[in-house]
């Protein structure tokens, strides 16, 4: 772009500041996976805390489960939050500024996390509203907080290692999915050891009892959990509000160079005058092309110049979130088997039994995955990575519904959990990351955090599409698919994914901002990536030779 401060930027040496960034905008991601991926176990003691009642006309397995419909909009109200959340922020950060909105995200993440563990009564009815409010204010921050951080660490960061530090952001997914799993264990540990003669249901119905005893204190378990999961988001909020605006945000899209020179200063290991705009920088051709390109949002230009990267962030996010999130928040049925039945235990083991599956999963093979990515996504490449991940993801869960014939966990063994593992691991050594990636490094930064925006939020419709259609495919025939049939169906979602990598996603590694939101010389002519382009590319040398 001839700009000194972009330049600058795309060679500064790792510092501290780049850290600094990833804790800072990681803990968005964190706070994000943290109440998203608690629901699980917090549902379990919520079955037992309000549905106590013994049910002779349904398998013991099935007693004190919370209504399938109850659990579906539980979890569709925060994803339906976090879509409109990314698409308001992403184009609010593009309009005002990633600084100015980004400390409004956190304070909603805060406050629904708080308000997620308080109701106006312990009526059943009125703990669930209160429960569906507080969740979509915590996914509308959540959902805020995905373009605003992408863009943010991408921004920031350096051109040689931009993918491992906006992976390093992402990652913090994963410690967020652990801690949620740790804290629920602990308070369930600590509420267990307080709660004195605590009966299991087996004991009650031996004693002719209706309902199962609930201690009335244990109502405070889910609330302690959901609660905590505002501090590593509150601890933040000053640094936020500390942070300058991106360079590229002030020096492309508010036009002051000398601003963004001034906050690049601050950050940076280099003097004002090193990084300043002259006369002769500002008046080089690409300089004057960039500031005097001014089509707009969604017109025949920009569609032209960046429909396609758009269409592909979105289907490649859409058919990754079907697929990640119904695993991840159903993954306690496929561990099933080895956990105690539901009437041989109080609330409290069985929630922390849940927990703990969680905990192992997230140890062993979504924490690595991650790890992964951050370490190969700048030699590997962005495309690459994510079409081996929707490959293998599709293979293990294809071999997956070939074992699993009954239902979940019913002919699990150690080969079974170690391919259910394994698609955790490519999952995010794989799209789960990079599609998180890509969106921040293919647009313009006037339309960065927008298109990146759209991209997410086209993705939590499609973990709506998965989690509430697995919910209820995921039963058993005549009522649903049944649980390999719908396995099936999400490994063919997976090859899907790889296809639309493959053939319409870009590569961005190893290449400025500027140089990705450049149009190529095929750009408007092949839609798809690489053999029609291939093809093109030798007829146009041969034509020329000739």
């Not at 510092?15 to 943290?34: E, R, V």
């Not at 969106?439 to 960065?448: D, G, S, T």
Request: glycine fraction near 8%; include cysteine.
């Amino acid at each position: 772009m001839g700009l000194k401060v972009l330049s600058a930027l795309d060679v500064a040496k790792t510092q501290y500041y780049h850290f600094k960034a990833i804790i800072i905008a990681g803990m968005g991601l964190f706070t994000d996976s943290y109440d998203l991926f608690c629901i699980p176990p917090i549902m379990t003691l919520i079955g037992r805390i309000y549905y106590p009642k013994f049910d002779k006309d349904v398998l013991e397995t099935k007693w004190f489960e919370v209504p399938a419909v109850i659990t579906s909009t539980m979890i569709g109200v925060a994803l339906m939050g976090a879509v409109i959340g990314q698409i308001v922020f992403g184009r609010l950060g593009d309009r005002v500024g990633r600084r100015h909105v980004y400390g409004v995200s956190l304070v909603m993440m805060v406050l629904g996390s708080i308000g997620c563990g308080f109701s106006l009564t312990t009526l059943t009815p009125l703990v669930f509203v209160s429960l569906g409010f507080f969740r979509f204010l915590l996914g509308m921050g959540i959902g805020g907080d995905y373009p605003l951080s992408a863009t943010i660490m991408s921004e920031f960061a350096n051109k040689r290692t931009r993918g491992a530090f906006i992976a390093g952001v992402f990652s913090m997914q994963g410690f967020g999915i652990l801690l949620s799993s740790l804290v629920t264990m602990t308070v369930c540990t600590i509420f267990k050891a307080v709660v004195d003669n605590l009966p299991t249901p087996s004991t009650e119905v031996l004693a002719s009892e209706t309902f199962a005893h609930v201690p009335p204190v244990s109502d405070l378990a889910w609330r302690i959990i959901l609660m905590i999961g505002a501090i590593p988001a509150s601890m933040t909020y000053y640094w936020r509000m500390k942070m300058p605006e991106t360079a590229r945000f002030t020096a492309l899209v508010e036009k002051n160079t000398l601003q963004a020179a001034k906050d690049m200063e601050k950050v940076m290991n280099v003097s004002l005058s090193q990084i300043r705009e002259d006369v002769d920088t500002m008046n080089t051709p690409n300089t004057r092309a960039a500031f005097s390109n001014t089509y707009r949002f969604f017109s025949r230009e920009f569609l032209r110049r960046h429909g396609r990267d758009l269409v592909a962030a979105s289907t490649n996010w859409f058919l990754l979130d079907i697929v990640f999130y119904s695993l991840n928040l159903f993954q306690h049925h496929a561990f099933k088997h080895l956990m105690k039945k539901k009437n041989e235990i109080n609330l409290f083991d069985d929630a922390l039994q849940v927990a703990k599956f969680q905990a192992i999963v997230a140890a062993s093979a979504t924490i690595p995955g991650y790890f992964a990515t951050v370490y190969l996504i700048d030699y590997v490449g962005r495309v690459k990575i994510q079409a081996m991940g929707f490959f293998f993801m599709a293979i293990s869960l294809f071999m997956i519904a070939g074992v699993n014939k009954g239902n979940w966990g019913s002919d699990a063994t150690v080969g079974f959990m170690i391919l259910y593992g394994l698609t955790f691991f490519f999952s995010n050594f794989g799209p789960n990351t990079t599609t998180f990636i890509v969106p921040a490094e293919l647009f313009p930064a006037r339309f960065r955090a927008t298109c990146h925006g759209i991209s997410g939020a086209v993705g939590k419709v499609g973990a709506i599409i998965g989690t509430v259609g697995f919910l209820w495919a995921s039963r058993d025939p005549p009522t649903g698919l049944g649980v390999s049939h719908t396995l099936t169906v999400m490994g063919g979602v997976c090859v899907l994914g790889f296809f639309v990598t493959y053939f319409f996603t870009r590569e961005t590694m190893g290449r400025s901002l500027e140089e990705n939101e450049n149009v190529d010389e095929l750009t408007g002519v092949c839609f798809v990536r690489f053999w029609p382009n291939k093809l093109w590319a030798k007829r146009t040398q041969q034509t020329t030779v000739n």
